[in-house]
């Protein structure tokens, strides 16, 4: 037997961890006692500061937030808690904070550990064209998601997913997971399992350069990059030496087109790869609104036949 409710010291900062913070307030076998979330950010064009979406989140419920600049001088200790939850904060978490609670403290992290360690497990498995992925519950330690795995489990990732719809669902998942894994870890129901360091795979943070397609891999590649890197850091190429977004584009035929070659059939605008098509639906040229194909071809009509990214590639046959 535990006692209940169970205290918690929540650290997160994304709409993800919202989820799990969420599913912890509505759970009366948990009591959060404080969260600590990152600091508030300049966002937009004019630099507006605003708060993480955590922090909107824990103020509605009454909840005390705290956003300290660094972990490192943070006396986390003032805050009585039985064990911490860390979800997508955002922060490495310093060796004096990981045994400052009687459990430790648990992360939920979005791969099947030990695939994907790493910043961008999520946007990784999408890249790599992974047929699935799933949430890990593991104790954190000073490794980079190298701790001991409670809990796991798996879902599909659908064809056509983007990354926010893969992060919603694991959202989700890891929510309901989390809360069957705290009560059954404290009581010892759950033995931590050592994860195998020979089967790791790692994931890096990502940069701008990494949307920049490169019209000579195959459709299924980008259009696999464009769902992992949708809506940050986007995808995108070069037109006329300015910068072009492709903020919604989908596979289209079968037959072959130049790598990088757009052709204007019927209202739409086709681009060829070393295999076959995309259709681009929306996109956004350097210094201009976004816009449909429809209206981006009434603009800009003589991009039929032009190369994009400047890719010249041979064509499979």
């Known amino acids: 037997m535990i006692k209940e409710p169970i205290s918690i010291v929540f650290f997160g900062t994304h709409e993800f961890a919202c989820t ?79 045994n400052a609670p009687t459990h430790g403290i648990l992360n939920v992290h979005t791969s099947l550990l030990p695939t994907y360690r790493g910043a961008t497990p999520i946007q990784s498995a999408i890249l790599h064209g992974e047929k699935e992925t799933g949430v890990t519950i593991m104790k954190m330690d000073a490794g980079l998601d190298t701790g001991d795995i409670l809990t796991q489990k798996t879902i599909l990732i659908d ?3 983007t990354y926010l719809d893969v992060d919603k669902k694991l959202a989700i998942l890891g929510s309901a997971l ?52 949708t809506p940050w850091p986007g995808l995108w190429t ?48 350097e210094g201009k609104k976004p816009m449909t194909a429809y209206e981006f071809i009434h603009g800009f009509s003589y991009i039929d036949g032009q190369l994009l990214g400047g890719n010249i590639c041979k064509q499979q046959t």
């Open 159 to 161: 064809p056509d997913e």
């Open 20 to 98: 799990i913070l969420t599913g912890l307030i509505e759970n009366p076998t948990f009591s959060v006692t404080g969260v600590i979330t990152q600091t508030d950010k300049p966002v937009g064009r004019k630099k507006v500061l605003t708060p993480p979406p955590v922090k909107i989140l824990a103020e509605k419920h009454g909840l005390v937030v705290h956003q300290p600049t660094s972990l490192k001088t943070f006396d986390v200790k003032q805050i009585p808690a039985d064990i911490y939850i860390v979800a997508q904060y955002g922060k490495i978490i310093p060796t004096s904070i990981l």
């Open 178 to 229: 989390l809360g069957e894994t705290i009560p059954a870890y404290i009581t010892g129901a759950i033995s931590p399992e050592k994860q195998d360091d020979s089967k790791a795979t790692h994931c890096k943070q990502l940069s701008r350069e990494d949307g920049k397609v490169d019209w000579g891999k195959d459709a299924e590649d980008i259009y696999n990059q464009y769902r992992a890197f």
């Open 238 to 285: 070069t037109w006329n030496e300015k910068r072009l977004k492709l903020l919604s584009l989908r596979p289209y035929t079968e037959y072959t087109l130049g790598c990088g070659i757009v052709s204007i059939e019927d209202n739409r605008i086709i681009v060829g790869t070393n295999t076959h098509t995309l259709e681009i639906f929306s996109l956004q040229l």
